[in-house]
């Protein structure tokens, strides 16, 4: 990928914070549910947008970093983080290019984060390799069998499984284990709704 497509992308994700919101303003479901039972540490919040998970950890204790290619979305996150009377660091960084401190966070988490496989290689395994020894990867994603079914990417090369990346990643990143890889099927008994990939794994303790 060249830096004018770089550019282009980070441009496009600028416009779309700057004309309204795409976030609920809500945490995510499962990110609650999953990470409610952890000892607040430290925290990267990878793709961080406009900072709703980030700002629920901070308020849950957690000592937060949310990186994030779009400036737009981070000054929303700064105003948001003020209002909720919270410290966040954030980072403006280009997400194929940034390479975070390795083994330096007990929680580091990757929301609705697709990219091309080629792309997905690289941001994925260097976000694990943020993992301090004994800390936690949370994954949440579209799963491939959301494809014509809900909302996110319709292109079937930027879905996922939580097993086939968890086995990516374990390869990847040694000492990373998975703890959970399962679907979650979000609609109803008569409506289908959103399928997502929900992926945990931890990392060794020594």
Not at 35 to 46: F, N
Not at 92 to 119: M, N
Not at 141 to 157: A, I, T
Request: hydrophobic content about 40%.
């Amino acid at each position: 990928m060249t830096d004018l497509n770089r550019g282009d992308r980070r441009e496009r994700w600028n416009e779309r914070h700057e004309h309204g919101e795409i976030e609920s303003g809500e945490p995510d479901a499962t990110l609650v549910s999953e990470v409610s039972g952890l000892t607040p540490a430290t925290a990267l919040d990878v793709a961080c947008g406009s900072g709703t998970n980030a700002i629920w950890l901070a308020r849950a204790g957690w000592r937060v970093t949310g990186v994030d290619w779009s400036a737009v979305a981070l000054e929303k996150a700064r105003a948001r983080a003020d209002g909720a009377g919270v410290r966040v660091e954030w980072i403006e960084a280009d997400l194929l290019a940034w390479t975070p401190p390795p083994s330096a966070f007990d929680l580091v988490t990757v929301l609705y984060l697709h990219l091309a496989p080629g792309e997905r290689r690289v941001v994925y395994p260097a976000a694990a390799r943020a993992v301090a020894p004994g800390g936690s990867l949370l994954v949440v994603g579209h799963d491939r069998e959301n494809l014509g079914r809900g909302p996110g990417p319709q292109d079937p090369e930027r879905l996922f499984t939580a097993t086939e990346l968890g086995a990516e990643l374990e390869t990847a990143v040694p000492g990373l284990e998975v703890e959970k890889a399962l679907v979650l099927r979000r609609g109803s008994a008569s409506e289908e709704g959103p399928v997502d990939a929900v992926l945990r794994m931890r990392r060794a303790a020594g």
